[in-house]
């Protein structure tokens, strides 16, 4: 398994593809944990984060019964094991303040990248916006002080 976070909207996705895949068949606790399995055999890993897990949950449609989500989510690890700490809401104002992409940044965004800097972990998802690699991004915050070093 990789050193990769899965982002919600490939949690999502996946989601939203098994529960179509359903026809009218009603969704079970065991049928969650194979779609889990499914998506940590594709995407080769099972990581996930707190902020991943609360978006998730907090998308959740009213028809989507809480046991068989969270059979599902179950499957998954919390690679920051359920604890956001201070120095990460600070990484989350700093990724708030920079610009990434033409488009607004979430608070989730934003939280999910400052813990993965600080696990050391790359993101996976479909979110073109967003750096997935904590390479890239260590590599950005040099380029950033560097210009203002030079500006001084």
Not at 42 to 52: C, S
Not at 93 to 99: D, G, L, Q
Request: aromatic share 8%; charged share 35%; with cysteine.
């Amino acid at each position: 398994m990789s050193r990769r976070i899965l982002d919600t909207n490939l949690l999502v996705a996946h989601w939203r593809m098994s529960w179509r895949e359903l026809r009218k068949k009603e969704p079970t606790p065991v049928l969650a944990r194979r779609w889990a399995q499914q998506l940590i055999h594709l995407r080769q890993t099972e990581w996930i984060e707190l902020p991943v897990r609360l978006e998730f949950l907090a998308g959740r449609r009213t028809e989507e019964p809480i046991e068989v989500v969270q059979a599902y989510l179950g499957e998954f690890a919390l690679a920051d094991e359920g604890i956001v700490l201070p120095d990460d809401w600070r990484g989350a104002e700093n990724y708030a303040n920079r610009i990434l992409s033409n488009r607004p940044r979430d608070l989730g965004d934003c939280l999910i990248l400052a813990i993965a800097d600080r696990l050391g972990f790359d993101i996976d998802t479909f979110d073109g916006g967003m750096p997935r690699s904590s390479t890239h991004r260590d590599q950005a915050k040099a380029r950033k002080q560097r210009k203002r070093r030079k500006k001084r």
